[in-house]
């Protein structure tokens, strides 16, 4: 008989594996890449023009859970920039698999830059861990050149998990890793009653999802438009048919 337990004991064999935390973790985080709040969150800074310091604090990439312990850091040495020219420089969380050794692990690296007119990031390994895939970069910061000027990294990791968008009243979608935000909305239709509006971020469909309780009787009503809300389309559902 199969058994699909895994928080469960075994008499004593070990069977739980790091593809079953990680599916956990990533049920519970949300699929994509996350900064936890902890520790200094990671915190980049450039503490000399060619040294990009990491600071302590947790990160969670694809269920993959990666930590430098508290009060340590990770100095990451960036290269000089070139007079007259600009160049953007990743720093990433890179994951490993060796498939010899059956060894996985994560460091921080830098991945550079082209030098050229305009900045444009470079390239890096994307990738599915539960695909299969062995090496997977996780973008965190982005650091700016401008001749042999350095900005201060900019933070291109996500720093929201999944269950603090749903607290903060957004939901996060595990399976298209997008972000649905919610917002109470009144007085859009006549008939009145409580609104909820949802959307997807950065995009201007919208689904609206409204629940009338007045004399016509308890229904639900679902409206999608992609403009105005006089663009609106409506499909009426009673709740006894939900």
Not at 55 to 67: K, M, S
Not at 183 to 193: E, H, K, L
Not at 231 to 236: A, D, H, L, Q, Y
Request: glycine residues 10%.
């Amino acid at each position: 008989m199969a058994n699909y337990l895994v928080t469960g004991s075994r008499n004593n064999t070990p069977h739980i594996t790091s593809m079953d935390d990680a599916s956990f973790n990533a049920g519970i985080v949300g699929n994509g890449a996350y900064i936890l709040k902890r520790g200094e969150n990671l915190r980049a800074e450039m503490t000399t023009p060619n040294n990009c310091r990491i600071y302590d604090g947790d990160f969670v990439a694809q269920g993959r859970h990666i930590r430098i312990e508290t009060s340590e850091y990770v100095d990451l040495t960036i290269s000089n920039g070139s007079a007259g020219l600009k160049r953007n420089d990743l720093v990433v969380a890179r994951y490993e698999n060796d498939v010899e050794t059956g060894v996985e692990s994560v460091d921080f690296v830098v991945i550079e830059g082209t030098a050229s007119a305009n900045t444009v990031d470079p390239e890096y390994n994307e990738g599915n861990i539960f695909d299969g895939d062995l090496i997977v970069d996780f973008p965190l910061y982005r650091i700016q050149l401008d001749g042999i000027s350095v900005a201060d990294p900019v933070l291109i990791a996500e720093d929201k998990t999944a269950i603090e968008f749903i607290e903060s009243g957004s939901v996060f979608d595990l399976d298209t890793g997008m972000y649905y935000c919610l917002a109470a909305v009144t007085g859009f239709d006549s008939a009145g009653g409580h609104y909820v509006q949802v959307f997807k971020r950065s995009e201007t469909y919208k689904l609206i999802v409204a629940y009338d309780f007045g004399s016509a009787g308890q229904n639900m009503y679902i409206y999608w438009y992609t403009g105005s809300p006089s663009t609106v389309v409506r499909k009426k559902i009673p709740l006894t048919e939900v």
